[in-house]
């Protein structure tokens, strides 16, 4: 099912198209036709061309797993990309947009609910988006499927920082899972951030009749917005493989301690061992045996061995 948005500086108009191909045009100057995704190959192939348009734009928008990339046709842009769904603390899901935009509107093919709030400031007259082109639409377009990458880069962020004060304190197995979770977000982050940030830059750069030079400035802000993204990214990457490896060099260092200790055990008991041992020989011939002080002179001797392995060892730094 399609649903039209017509709106102009004084207007907007809207209304559901169940069957069939709406006009590309419409009475005002700008006209949003949303497509809801999932849809039918055969009803979206026949609609693209009723509409005129190429037949690989319906294979585009039928791939909802491809990576964001650009295509110019003569008389369209057709841009895919993806937007995060999902809640911050929730696992990543992405959904598909595909958007060709026209001299007299554009089209979209998505979830629904995905691109709400770019209706709704149509419908309350925010911004300039009533007063400027198709174009302008397809920027804030871009530019909200881009503001849910900063609110999950700060979410990360904040992840990060927890981590970085347990590892240093409270190493233990349940950081390796938290880590393991803040790796797979980043790479899956990653994955849509690095060909968006390639789309804009080429849609940035594009001299398509489309694209009018009066917006170009809100494009290069989109730009801005995607190049931060992506460096926020590599940054949070790097500080996540030093955490990992802060993790490592502190469950190593606990391990040496606890050897360190466990040897320091060792070297006092060994020579106490020997004398236990010495004493503990069943030999007929031993004249301590028969002493009446032998016992406690035995301990005695046992206690300053001991004593003078541990004030070795210290003075040595061994502990």
């Not at 499927?145 to 970085?164: F, G, I, K, S, T």
Request: hydrophobic share 45%.
């Amino acid at each position: 099912m399609a649903e039209c948005i017509d709106y102009g500086l004084d207007e907007v108009q809207e209304s559901n198209v169940p069957q069939g191909a709406p006009s590309l045009a419409g009475p005002l100057p700008v006209r949003w036709i949303q497509w809801d995704q999932p849809t039918g190959e055969p009803d979206l192939r026949a609609t693209i061309a009723a509409w005129g348009l190429h037949p690989h734009v319906a294979t585009d928008l039928l791939d909802d797993q491809g990576r964001a990339n650009l295509e110019e046709y003569p008389e369209q842009l057709y841009l895919d990309v993806h937007a995060v769904v999902s809640a911050p603390r929730e696992s990543l899901r992405f959904a598909h947009v595909g958007l060709v935009a026209h001299r007299a509107g554009l089209i979209s093919v998505h979830r629904p609910g995905v691109l709400d709030a770019v209706a709704e400031r149509i419908r309350s007259n925010r911004g300039l988006v009533r007063s400027k082109g198709p174009d302008y639409l397809l920027i804030r377009i871009l530019d909200a499927v881009v503001r849910p990458y900063d609110q999950h880069l700060d979410a990360l962020e904040n992840v990060l920082d927890q981590l970085e004060t347990e590892v240093v304190h409270r190493p233990s197995q349940r950081i390796v899972v938290k880590l393991l979770q803040a790796k797979r977000q980043i790479s899956a982050l990653r994955r849509h951030v690095t060909p968006l940030r390639e789309v804009v830059g080429s849609l940035e750069a594009s001299s398509h009749p489309v694209l009018a030079r009066e917006n170009r400035p809100y494009l290069r802000d989109v730009k801005g917005k995607v190049q931060a993204l992506y460096e926020r990214l590599e940054a949070q990457r790097g500080l996540l493989e030093s955490l990992e490896g802060l993790y490592l060099s502190s469950v190593g260092q606990r391990t040496n301690e606890v050897m360190r200790i466990l040897t320091v055990f060792s070297a006092v008991f060994m020579p106490l061992t020997f004398i236990a041992g010495v004493y503990g020989m069943n030999f007929r011939a031993m004249p301590e045996l028969n002493w009446p002080w032998a016992y406690p002179a035995v301990l005695l001797l046992m206690a300053s061995v001991a004593a003078g392995m541990v004030s070795w060892m210290k003075r040595k730094r061994f502990w």
